[in-house]
T-cell receptor, first 117, second 113 residues
Framework: GAVVSQHPSWVICKSGTSVKIECRSL??????MFWYRQFPKQSLMLMAT?????????EQGVEKDKFLINHASLTLSTLTVTSAHPEDSSFYIC?????????????FGEGSRLTVL | DQQVKQNSPSLSVQEGRISILNCDYT??????FLWYKKYPAEGPTFLIS?????DKNEDGRFTVFLNKSAKHLSLHIVPSQPGDSAVYFC????????????FGSGTKLNVKP
């Protein structure tokens, strides 16, 4: 099946620094990628929809200036957590849809665990 | 307001028996449903889907049932195997925004040998 890879899988940073997480579709082109955040024992929460070549669409309550999303190519989307604080510590997961039709199948990355000290 | 709910945070089943995971939703506009499986420290992987025109979809040991009037879906795994032990998420999307999926909080399944 299609593969989506995230990097890094684990990152620890100091409060106030910025962290970039990459999401790559390895064997297919993805015009749309999605970024989720998961708190312990809670569901995946959609943060934003990343569109290749245009601005990301953010969900209500997600700070655009805090979580910068760039979808520079059909195989790469990046999420930058700017001026990270301990409350940003979470598990961040990206996904991408292979193909254009609404098959419903999303392929997920392995996730990136961010810990802000 | 959580539109997709999995009210059982965990489920324990004996190997070889049936596992039944439940999911409820509130939005009557949802017309496409998915089940994902997630191992610790890994991303979710797709298991099975069902659209609202059906009430059952089967794939090997996995069967998803949809009851639209009750806004309820369930995933049946039979026979259950120890390798099925994972967290299972249900997700739903609506026809007017099929890219946006709403996830339940997950049910942790433990299949005992």
């Amino acid at each position: 099946g299609a593969v989506v890879s995230q990097h890094p899988s684990w990152v620890i940073c100091k409060s106030g620094t910025s962290v970039k997480i990459e999401c790559r579709s390895l064997d297919f082109q993805a015009t749309t990628m999605f970024w989720y955040r998961q708190f312990p024992k809670q569901s995946l929460m959609l943060m934003a929809t990343s569109n290749e070549g245009s601005k990301a669409t953010y969900e209500q309550g997600v700070e655009k200036d805090k979580f910068l999303i760039n979808h520079a190519s059909l195989t790469l989307s990046t999420l930058t957590v700017t001026s990270a604080h301990p409350e940003d510590s979470s598990f961040y997961i990206c996904s991408a849809r292979a193909g254009q039709a609404n098959t419903g199948e999303l392929f997920f990355g392995e996730g990136s665990r961010l810990t802000v000290l | 307001d959580q539109q997709v709910k999995q009210n059982s945070p965990s489920l324990s089943v004996q190997e070889g028996r049936i596992s039944i995971l439940n999911c409820d939703y509130t939005n009557s506009m949802f017309d496409y449903f998915l089940w994902y499986k997630k191992y610790p420290a890994e991303g979710p992987t797709f298991l099975i889907s069902i659209s609202s025109i059906k009430d059952k979809n089967e794939d090997g040991r996995f069967t998803v049932f949809l009851n639209k009037s009750a806004k309820h879906l369930s995933l049946h795994i039979v026979p259950s195997q120890p390798g099925d032990s994972a967290v299972y998420f249900c997700a739903a999307s609506a026809f007017y925004n099929f890219n946006k999926f709403y996830f339940g909080s997950g049910t942790k399944l433990n299949v005992k040998p």
